[in-house]
């Protein structure tokens, strides 16, 4: 339609997306992660990104406007490479899964992760923590929260019904997370220590299979 227009949200580039434009953007981003997770949110700035990815700042500074606007598209970067992640293992059940189940599938998309890759982590963490203080990344912040959730929802079997359902999620979900940062932080609890400690919680708020 003659004159229509389209409003960019902010996050999203108005630089136009070619292949080569977007592999330099996503190489940057994931620059931008290893910075969050090596020296947390305020670390993250312009010229430290631009070393890591190895491009001369003027990358950095063409592909997002300023250090906010660097902030937020790094978490939704993180946020749908991790969606992509977790759904290709929720996907592949193929049945309401016992709690035993259960249990090993949250341990696949969350704690074997967090062993081999702390790093990664501890970025998602200093992500969630800068949400506290920056309202700018706190939208992204929730849609992240929200799609763990009904990832979550998909995996747990059928809950107490005394129970409300979306506190259950919020629970394991809340459990998982200090899990991941206990691990992280203390580099002590194996796979099978974290499988354990959840199984107790799920078994607790779940129906028996």
Known sequence: M??????RRRGESSRPR???GERK??????????????????????????????????????????????????????????AI?????????????TIDRSVEVLTEMFFDKTVADPLYDLA???????ATRNV????????????????????LPPSDPGLPRDSVIQIV??????????AVSNGELTVADLAQRLRVVVGRLCLAR
């Not at 003659?2 to 409003?7: D, F, L, R």
């Not at 998602?124 to 800068?130: D, N, R, V």
């Not at 849609?143 to 990832?151: C, P």
Request: proline content about 2%.
């Open 124 to 130: 998602l963490f200093e992500m969630f923590m800068e």
């Open 85 to 97: 992640r977790l759904a290709s293992i929720v996907d592949a059940l193929d049945e309401v899964p």
């Open 18 to 20: 070619t292949s080569t």
């Open 25 to 82: 953007r996503e190489q940057i981003l994931d620059a931008s992660v290893q910075v969050f997770g090596t020296g947390g949110a305020s670390a993250v700035t312009h010229r430290a990104v631009a070393k890591v990815a190895h491009v001369p700042l003027g990358s950095t500074t063409y592909y997002f406007t300023d250090r906010n606007d660097l902030l937020l598209q790094t978490m939704a970067h993180a946020r749908a490479s991790e």
């Open 2 to 7: 003659s004159g229509a227009h389209t409003v």
């Open 136 to 155: 700018t990344v706190r939208d992204e912040a929730r849609e992240w929260s929200r799609m763990i959730g009904s990832l979550v929802d998909r995996v």
């Open 173 to 182: 979900a809340c459990l998982i997370d200090g899990l991941m940062l206990e």
